[in-house]
């Protein structure tokens, strides 16, 4: 474990449940010193892209249609009756830009080049790197979003301060990310705190090219918020997990056996119910910067 300062109130992260997991004792803030290795990823890093699409095509669109409406709803129409500007940081598949575009002008960032390359495909041009590097100096758009992003960036109070600068005033910032606070997180902590680890290991997706360094909650999201100039506006929750798909999500991991996989997938399945009435382990915080509030 790395000597890091919490991200939240600067006092100094601790060891967790695991050698790479940090907490704050302070503010209760989640994080890790796992590090990101998306550009560059060797072949026998890489996830099963074709398991991986399959796995979160449904459940992704769905969600991603939810907040594209809500989006809308917040920014509302110019009355110029031109288009907001939205960029999408880690777009991805273009999935969430798809959703995006009949209300608004679109651009999105993906840093890895083979997923970059698939989305221009189905979207258009896709600015190849990584936020803020990729844009100019004085491009502002009136909407940034980060949709299972924010929580793989290890700065994130550098992130959230460049998001500042290419917002327009009043601008939006979304962040849709896991909370650590959900049920399923809770559930996967407490098996590693009894010895079990692997669930707890794959919500942080340990081994992963681009694994989690950070879990938050709304308490969390709304001082981080706060210190870079964002008041938080409102918060929503959406669903996980979704049967169709279930079992590649699993899999999409190449170290996940089969059986493994089968059984994870059947028993997640039956608990969807009860999942669906528990606190949710995806939030999406609606952020808006301070300059131009009405």
């Known amino acids: 474990m790395t000597s890091a300062q919490c991200p939240v109130c600067q006092e100094m992260l601790v ?20 590090e990101p290795h998306i550009a560059g990823t060797p072949d026998d890093l890489r996830l099963d892209e074709k398991s991986r699409e399959n796995a979160l095509v449904t459940l992704r669109k769905r969600n991603f249609q939810r907040i594209a409406t809500e989006i809308s709803r917040l920014v509302g129409k110019r009355n110029d009756d031109s288009r907001p500007r939205l960029l999408d940081v880690g777009c991805a598949h273009g999935w969430f830009l798809q959703a995006c575009q009949r209300d608004f002008d679109i651009t999105g960032i993906e ?20 936020f803020p590097d990729v844009l100019l100096p004085e491009e502002k758009f009136d909407v940034i979003t980060f949709n299972d992003v924010l929580e ?15 917002l327009s005033s009043g601008g939006w910032l979304l962040v849709n990310a896991p909370n650590r606070l959900g049920t399923i997180y809770r559930i996967a902590k407490l098996f590693a705190r009894v010895g079990r680890p692997s669930s707890f290991d794959r ?5 992963f090219p681009s694994p989690h360094v950070h ?42 056996s089969h059986l ?10 039956l608990a969807i119910p009860l999942l669906s009435i528990s606190p949710p382990d995806i939030t999406i915080w609606y952020l808006r910067k301070r300059d131009g509030l009405r």
């Open 260 to 269: 493994k996989a089968l059984s994870t997938a059947a028993i997640i399945t």
């Open 203 to 207: 919500m942080w997706q340990l081994g």
């Open 111 to 130: 840093p890895d080049d083979l997923i970059a390359r698939a989305a221009s495909e189905r979207i258009g041009p896709i600015r190849h790197g990584f």
């Open 215 to 256: 879990y938050f909650d709304t308490n969390v999201m709304r001082k981080l918020g706060a210190a870079a100039n964002f008041e938080l506006v409102e918060s929503s929750s959406l669903p996980s997990v979704v049967a169709h798909g279930l079992y590649s999500r699993v899999r999409y991991s190449r170290k996940v």
């Open 152 to 166: 793989h960036i290890p700065d994130v109070e550098s992130v959230l301060q460049s998001c500042n600068r290419h």
């Open 15 to 34: 060891q967790g449940i695991r050698p790479w997991h940090l907490i704050c004792q302070s503010c209760n803030y989640e994080g890790s010193d796992l």
